[in-house]
């Protein structure tokens, strides 16, 4: 079965930081396209970041540069998002997505809570 699971969500204070896994089952991240997205309550669905599956390129959201990191393991069945200096506009849940052919692949999310 095709799917992504997160893990590593949960509350911090701002400043803190949180570090995001989505494990792979079924398929491998190697050559797709991966990327991070968050929902805030009342808002639409956002991309967060991204890998390009082209030639590897990271896409960040201004509100995320410099603060959050996106990689995968060397398995190509991980991926990570390492958030750092936390704020309380980061708070929301938190999607993994891929791609199987032109299907995308998304996890089930995982709550991210950032108090201030």
């Known amino acids: 079965e095709v799917q992504l699971v997160e893990s590593g969500g949960g509350l911090v204070q701002a400043g803190g930081s949180l570090r995001l896994s989505c494990a792979a089952s079924?398929?491998?991240?190697?050559?797709?396209?991966i990327g991070w997205f968050r929902q805030a309550p009342g808002k639409e669905r956002e991309a967060v970041s991204c890998?390009?599956?082209?030639?590897?390129?990271?896409y960040y959201a201004d509100s995320v540069k410099g603060r959050f990191i996106i990689s995968k393991d060397k398995a190509m069945r991980t991926m990570f998002l390492q958030m750092n200096n936390l704020k309380p506009e980061d708070t929301g849940v938190y999607y993994c997505?891929?791609?199987?052919?032109?299907?995308?692949?998304w996890g089930q999310g995982t709550q991210v809570t950032v108090s201030s």
């Open positions: 997505n891929s791609f199987v052919g032109n299907t995308p692949v």
């Open positions: 079924g398929f491998t991240f190697e050559d797709r396209a």
């Open positions: 890998i390009s599956s082209k030639d590897g390129s990271t």
